[in-house]
């Protein structure tokens, strides 16, 4: 995958990168291409929400860009990395081919994932989840309705401060900075992913779905969500030692930022 005019891929062991969202104008699709053109990794998770059929469903949107995203983790399943799809609540009807593999592609309902070190991590989208926050109504429309109109105004906002030359801004993430319910939807949602690792009697969980990047030890166990591409431009990455850390790739060309690392970060027995 190496180019010319770019350093040599950064080896890895895994990459778990969910929430791009292809097929919606607030996919960060640039920044998903140079990731995935930066770095080599043995296997690849989609852990979810990978195509936005849910957008698709009531207008289309696909530039040449997310073809080019889709392209390059087929010609990645080609050249030997293993890759499995782990659909999510915005592309569920891929569900139905849990249990198949389509064009090296494996597409699981769920999965668990030992690590270099020996963890075994459960790795699920997280939508299943949403039933212990079924109390907080305000969320709930969020994730739905409200959710899509903070990301287009989000998406306009930032049209105009990059012509202006300023950074990328989530207007999504400082609302949910900022409300209650919101900050409560979160913390639920983390302590019910690291309980339903905990009583499957693994290590821990890997999950996307809320668009928050986290790395911490919850409930006993390392709860990990990777993020999200519209937002954070953030992937979990396993290197080959066993650790995982949490990767920003807000810059073009290398990860600006790591995050959150295991490190010091273990299961309790």
Not at 104 to 131: C, P, S, W
Not at 138 to 164: K, M
Not at 175 to 180: A, D, E, H, S, T
Not at 211 to 227: I, S
Request: include cysteine; proline fraction near 3%; aromatic fraction near 8%.
């Amino acid at each position: 995958m190496s180019r010319p005019d770019r350093p040599d891929p950064i080896k890895v062991r895994s990459v778990f990168l969910s929430d791009l969202h292809l097929g919606t104008r607030e996919c960060r699709a640039d920044r998903i291409l140079d990731f995935l053109h930066s770095v080599d990794m043995e296997q690849l998770y989609l852990v979810g929400d990978v195509i936005d059929l849910w957008s698709l469903s009531k207008g289309i949107y696909w530039p040449q860009s997310h073809s080019n995203v889709l392209r390059t983790i087929l010609g990645k399943a080609k050249q030997g990395t293993r890759v499995i799809y782990v659909p999510g609540n915005h592309d569920e009807p891929l569900r139905e081919f849990c249990g198949h593999s389509f064009g090296n592609i494996e597409f699981h309902r769920e999965y668990v994932h030992e690590t270099a070190r020996g963890m075994k991590m459960l790795v699920l989208h997280g939508d299943e989840f949403d039933g212990a926050v079924k109390g907080i109504r305000w969320i709930s429309a969020l994730g739905t309705h409200l959710y899509d109109i903070s990301l287009r105004a989000g998406y306009r906002l930032n049209t105009v401060r990059n012509a202006l030359g300023f950074p990328h801004w989530s207007l999504v993430t400082w609302l949910k900075g900022r409300v209650g319910n919101a900050v409560r939807y979160v913390e639920r949602f983390e302590r019910a992913a690291a309980h339903a690792a905990r009583r499957s009697g693994l290590d821990g969980v890997i999950c996307g779905h809320i668009h928050r990047p986290e790395v911490a030890t919850l409930e006993g166990v390392l709860y990990c969500n990777d993020g999200d591409w519209v937002e954070h431009c953030t992937a979990l990455v396993e290197d080959r030692s066993g650790e995982l850390e949490l990767w920003n790739w807000a810059q073009p060309g290398h990860a600006s930022e790591h995050l959150h690392a295991s490190r010091g970060l273990r299961a309790a027995a």
